[in-house]
């Protein structure tokens, strides 16, 4: 009985601990990534919530490492599970596609059709003739939500494959032409939380 309670306190301290800590990590600086990136577009509602859930979840996880200061393995799944949550993190952030960017386009090429499907589609553009280094150039500005931009890139690859092109974060956005967006088109992980949507456009 005794060697079996003992079997059983060695699997969870090398075994089961370093897990837990390290799945703790993870939610809590993948929270705390969203967080950040929530908090500088804008989404203000929503960043206090996770800022919450974050710090609990970290001090659940420090109190462990403290509890367990002989165990060099709680201190691996503390650094690993900071490194996943920050990858974690990001490619949850990169998946809901949050908020509104500004893609900056700047082409020697006659860029009247790209203009033209790109209104047709309904995005506000704004384009002018400028002078760069090497000669005239035509400027083209969009303020687009993210989710839209892996579809209007494909298009300026498609007319103008070799364009210079800038994409650039935007806090706030206020009035603009964009396309329709229907709810069912939305990120699933966003919309429980659509309540907490920032405002303006």
């Known amino acids: ?41 804008g989404y203000k509602k929503l960043a206090p919530i996770l800022g919450f859930i974050e710090v609990l979840v970290w001090i659940i996880a420090i109190t462990q490492i403290m509890k367990n200061l002989n165990n060099p393995l709680s201190y ?22 949050l908020g509104n960017v500004i893609l900056r386009i700047i082409t020697k090429e006659n860029a009247d059709e790209l203009v033209m499907i790109l209104r047709a589609r309904n995005y506000g ?31 300026i690859r498609r007319y103008h494959p070799n364009v210079f092109y800038t994409i650039e974060d935007v806090r706030e956005v206020n009035e603009g032409t964009f396309p329709k967006r229907f ?14 949507e920032k405002k303006g456009k």
């Open 125 to 155: 553009v704004t384009h002018f003739d400028a002078e760069g280094i090497n000669g005239r150039v035509k400027i083209i500005f969009m303020v687009l939500d993210r989710q839209d931009l892996p579809s209007v890139i494909e298009l």
């Open 76 to 97: 691996f799944a503390w650094a690993a599970g900071f490194a996943i949550g920050t990858y974690v993190g990001m490619w949850l952030e990169n998946k809901l596609a």
């Open 183 to 196: 709810y069912d088109n939305r990120p699933t992980l966003l919309f429980p939380f659509s309540f907490f």
């Open 1 to 41: 009985m005794e060697t079996f309670i003992s079997t059983q306190s060695v699997i969870f301290q090398w075994v089961i601990l370093p897990l837990l800590i390290f799945s703790a990590r993870i939610i809590d600086v993948s929270l705390g990534t969203i967080k950040l990136i929530f908090i500088s577009r």
